[in-house]
C-alpha cells in the first residue's frame, strides 16, 4: 500500500489523504529519466483505482493531535 498525501503549501493541514495498493500505483505511474525512477502525480484520480481508500479524516486527527503535542 501506497499512502498519499496532499498538504497545505501555508499550513501544512491535511487536504487529502488516499491510500493506493502498490500495484494500481505501478499500473498509473510513468517512468522519469529525470528522477531516474517511475513518477505519478497527486492529481491523478487517486480515489478511481480499485482498493483505494480515502484516509483524510484519519489523517488529518493523527496530524491534529501531532500538533497540539508539539504546540
Same mark, same amino acid.
Given at each position: ?13 491535511? @487536504? ?29 484520480? @487517486? ?18 493531535? @501531532? ?5
Amino acid at each position: 500500500m501506497c499512502l498519499f498525501i496532499v498538504l497545505d503549501a501555508h499550513t501544512y493541514e491535511v @487536504l487529502r489523504a488516499v491510500e493506493v495498493p502498490a500495484a494500481s500505483v505501478q499500473k498509473a505511474s510513468s517512468w522519469s529519466k529525470h528522477v531516474n525512477g517511475s513518477r505519478i502525480s497527486t492529481k491523478t484520480q @487517486l480515489l478511481d483505482f480499485d482498493g483505494s481508500v480515502d484516509r483524510t479524516d484519519e489523517t488529518s486527527a493523527v496530524a491534529n493531535a @501531532l500538533g497540539a503535542h508539539l504546540g
